[in-house]
């Protein structure tokens, strides 16, 4: 991520996110990804992509450690 700019645009958030553009329009417009419009467009701090990114991956290693935990109980 050091070679995007601290202000990101929707297309680049696209590309560090890998999601399609319906998944983070509505990743945007619920504010689940914090966000900001200048005009028509969206604009994303980068800072604020990276918690959210790790706030992701925590929670999907929180499900899985309760998922294995689950199966090892059989």
Known sequence: L???PDVLSFRQVMEITHVGRNLLLRLLNSGEI???KIGKLWKVYKK???QYLRQDQKLKTDYTAKQEGA???W
């Open 71 to 73: 199966v090892a109980k």
């Open 34 to 36: 914090p966000a900001f």
């Open 2 to 4: 050091d070679d995007y």
């Open 48 to 50: 604020d992509l990276i």
